[in-house]
């Protein structure tokens, strides 16, 4: 009997398991550069001592690639993978144990199949493992699949958390998700990579001016997610550009952003907050070599979080067995 009734799986030995995280891409429309102000220079952040601060962030990893093949021959691909989520709580100026400061993570994994796979069974469980993957109908690539549950993983987290800790600031590790606007959450995003350019060309002088500490005016922009529904094609958003450290070009710089559904003045607030702030928690080329934007606490929820996975190559072994046994 196979584990999936008529269906055989077998290991793609070949293949590197991974997941791509480049999954969210937004339109290059620019709403309007003057909406703050029409006069473009660099503004300085505004001191926020003891602020307290939320970081939400997952991680994702695929355990297998697999093949799937029916009893008339046919192959399909599918895909074992874990998502973890959680947060971490943060007082600025006070002295944060990791151990403390962690809240709601939380593991989960599937195995992913082509929608027209026709299976009863709702989980893939381990011989020899406490482990259960879901099983979960998809349509189309499996990444953008994995991401959409990784965020929806996310916003729970953050649901909770909201629930119980207090936070001026709750902080996303990547941009804003239309799911964690649906539900009322204020996330600021915060973009490590320049994918793509949301200053006019003639005004991109101004990164060359930031020193640390100072951001550039407010971007109006409109975003379009490929990941949620086609009704995010209407999020808007607010976003601006910090300087954190002083490397050169681009490598110093991050991008923040919220939904415009916040309003102006208080994206203002929150821009000149996160001025100030953000730097205080960048990292070093001495503890990471994503430094200086991947920021301290995010690197640590997401070792926390990786640890939560467990071992790679042992569920890598058993699935092996499990599958070879059938």
């Not at 989960?108 to 709702?122: A, I, P, Q, V």
């Not at 922009?221 to 300087?243: A, C, G």
């Not at 681009?250 to 916040?262: H, M, N, T």
């Not at 640590?300 to 071992?311: F, K, Q, T």
Request: with cysteine; aromatic share 8%; proline share 4%.
């Amino acid at each position: 009997m196979f584990p999936l009734g008529k269906y055989k799986l077998s290991l793609d030995p070949w293949r590197i398991p991974l997941v791509e995280e480049e999954y969210l891409e937004e339109s290059a429309d620019i709403g309007s550069s003057d909406i703050e102000t029409s006069v473009w220079k660099p503004l300085e952040g505004t001191p926020s001592f003891n602020t307290k601060v939320v970081f939400v962030d997952g991680v994702r990893r695929t355990e297998a690639l697999i093949y799937i093949e029916d009893d008339e021959g046919n192959l399909r691909r599918g895909a074992f993978v874990s998502v973890a989520a959680g947060a971490l709580f943060i007082e600025h100026g006070k002295l944060n144990d990791i151990r403390d400061s962690l809240c709601n993570c939380a593991v989960k994994r599937y195995l992913f199949l082509e929608k027209d796979l026709n299976t009863e069974k709702e989980y893939f469980e381990l011989s020899s493992m406490r482990i259960k993957f879901k099983i979960k109908k998809i349509e189309g690539e499996i990444s953008p699949n994995v991401n959409r549950e990784m965020s929806n993983l996310e916003v729970l987290v953050a649901e909770k958390t909201l629930k119980e800790v207090k936070s001026e600031l709750i902080l996303t590790d990547g941009t804003v998700h239309y799911s964690a606007v649906l539900k009322d959450l204020p996330f600021v995003g915060y973009v490590k990579k320049h994918k793509r350019m949301y200053i006019p060309s003639e005004k991109t002088y101004i990164l060359r001016e930031l020193k640390r500490g100072q951001r550039t005016p407010i971007i109006l922009i409109h975003s379009q997610p490929t990941m949620d529904s086609r009704e995010s094609s209407n999020l808007d958003k607010f976003t601006w550009y910090v300087r954190i450290s002083e490397d050169e070009g681009l490598g110093g710089i991050c991008r923040l952003e919220v939904s415009a559904g916040l309003g102006l003045e208080k994206a203002k607030k929150i821009a000149d907050i996160t001025a100030w702030l953000i730097p205080q928690f960048a990292s070093n080329e001495f503890t990471d070599k994503r430094a200086p934007q991947n920021l301290l606490p995010i690197k640590h929820l997401e070792n926390s979080l990786r640890r939560r996975l467990g071992s790679q190559s042992l569920i890598r072994r058993t699935l092996m067995r499990d599958l070879f046994m059938t």
